[in-house]
């Protein structure tokens, strides 16, 4: 079993900035696929960035060059920093890991971002 528990999100305006932090309650390796989605409402889960399990990245368009994941595993932590943010940013942000020991996708409970125009 692993918990996940974001934190960072609020309500910001246009062109601010928020950072998102997503604490992992095992110990997370640089092989493991992590990544944060999104849902905004009346829409469908989204995928916002990911880290795979041999260093790529993946942004979706809409956030490409605004928006930044990274990871401390030291302290099993990763983080998605957002910049210029836009009122088609809000969404409820999730945090997710793919554990290998048991193949199983596990989520956090969200965190809410809310930008104004």
């Known amino acids: 079993q692993v918990q996940l528990v974001e934190s960072g999100g609020g309500l910001v305006q246009a062109g601010g900035s928020l950072r998102l932090t997503c604490a992992v309650s095992?110990?997370?390796?640089?092989?493991?696929?992590m990544g944060w989605y999104r849902r905004a409402p009346g829409k469908q889960r989204e995928l916002v960035a990911r880290m795979d399990d041999v260093g790529g990245i993946t942004y979706a368009d809409s956030v490409k060059g605004r928006f930044t994941i990274s990871r401390d595993n030291p302290k099993n932590t990763i983080y998605l920093q957002m910049n210029n943010l836009k009122p088609e940013d809000t969404a409820v942000y999730y945090c997710n890991i793919l554990w290998p020991y048991d193949r199983t996708n596990y989520w956090g409970q969200g965190t809410q971002v809310t930008v104004s125009s």
């Open positions: 095992r110990r997370i390796f640089t092989t493991n696929t």
